[in-house]
């Protein structure tokens, strides 16, 4: 008998994700469909990447984020290409590409604060969000090049329907990763804890020897400093 007293919250969902997982690849193995087990095995390889490269560099991911990036790779590789939903649903591909630029958002707002090592900048936030951005577009347009390349090398579809498809792409990636500069923003002045903006907080957090002077209450000091430094000038 389980005693789920012994299981903290996030333990199911990992369970049942990387379990549901290996039975996929299992699944596709018996039944002679080649594609779903690489689908599934692929999604978890890539899953296992991020505790390998924090083993090597000793760099702290967030809490949850190798679950999450399974559960991505699978709703990409699992249920878009080897179920069909890239093919019988255009959201869902455009779904995938906003969610995954709103996080490499955040990843460029973290970038972007090692210069000052986690301490607020003297640059306004929505600097670091633009940075943001940048770099969510600039990982997009590699994505989409990718996919032109592998189309063009293979005979491949990754394009499907070509400039719609791709346009439709980088719209998504725009908006998600404006989404993600914004929630950003918002987490670090105000607190708010916008959907993935807690991604930001924990990494800084949870990696002292690159973010040494980081604290979450700094930034919104400083804010409150500028803000009353702003109305006695005024």
Do not use: K
């Not at 967030?62 to 255009?90: H, K, N």
């Amino acid at each position: 008998m389980i005693r789920t007293g012994l299981l903290r919250p996030t333990t199911l969902p990992r369970l049942i994700l990387w379990g549901g997982a290996g039975l996929i690849a299992a699944a596709g193995a018996l039944s002679a469909q080649p594609l779903l087990t690489l689908a599934a095995l692929g999604a978890m390889a890539l899953a296992l990447l991020l505790p390998l490269y924090t083993r090597v560099s000793g760099i702290e991911m967030p809490s949850g984020i190798t679950t999450g990036v399974l559960g991505f790779c699978l709703a990409a590789f699992v249920l878009g290409e080897a179920a069909g939903l890239y093919r019988d649903s255009a959201v869902w591909d455009l779904l995938l590409h906003g969610l995954a630029s709103a996080v490499l958002a955040l990843a460029g707002v973290a970038m972007a604060l090692l210069p000052t090592a986690g301490a607020p900048p003297r640059t306004a936030l929505w600097i670091l969000g633009t940075l943001g951005v940048g770099f969510a577009a600039l990982v997009g347009a590699g994505w989409e090049l990718f996919e032109f390349a592998i189309d063009s090398v293979f005979g491949t579809n990754a394009q499907r329907s070509g400039l719609p498809d791709t346009m439709g792409d980088v719209a998504a990636n725009l908006a998600g990763a404006s989404y993600g500069a914004v929630a950003a923003q918002r987490r670090l002045r105000h607190g708010a804890r916008w959907p993935l903006s807690g991604l930001l907080v924990s990494f800084c957090a949870r990696n002292p020897i690159i973010y040494g002077d980081w604290t979450e209450r700094g930034f919104r000091a400083n804010d409150a400093h500028d803000r009353a430094a702003r109305q006695e000038a005024g």
